[in-house]
């Protein structure tokens, strides 16, 4: 089974950047989707973005044109580079795999323990 390990949050003034890295462990995620979702204080998880394996992405409406998700998979690692970002973007940030294909975004099973990111206005 795949461990995820996410790292790269912090506290940001609106407007900046952060990047968020998420390190895997136990399988070689070459062969895996892998995606970003986050939880705000009293909501639901929502997805951000994803990635294929063949390297197709996939975001939410809020994130596109702010966020970039990519791949290193000789580093085992995804990334999600935010850029101009607002107080709403405060959340725990999740990392999650998907072995093969996915559909949707339940598909995704395997998480890392998140990374916290906080707005400042």
């Known amino acids: 089974q795949v461990q995820l390990v996410e790292s790269g949050g912090g506290l940001v003034q609106a407007g900046g950047s952060l990047r968020l890295s998420c390190t895997a462990s136990g399988r070689t995620i070459s062969s895996y989707a892998m995606a970003w979702f986050r939880q705000a204080p009293g909501k639901e998880r929502e997805f951000q973005a994803a990635?294929?394996?063949?390297?197709?992405?996939y975001y939410t409406d809020s994130a596109k044109g702010r966020f970039t998700i990519s791949r290193d998979n000789a580093k085992n690692t995804v990334y999600l580079q935010m850029n101009s970002l607002k107080p709403e973007d405060t959340a725990v940030y999740y990392c999650?795999?998907?072995?093969?294909?996915?559909?949707?975004?339940?598909?995704?099973?395997?998480w890392g323990q998140g990374t916290q990111v906080t707005v400042s206005s």
């Open positions: 990635i294929s394996s063949g390297g197709r992405t």
């Open positions: 999650a795999a998907k072995a093969g294909t996915f559909y949707y975004t339940s598909d995704f099973r395997s």
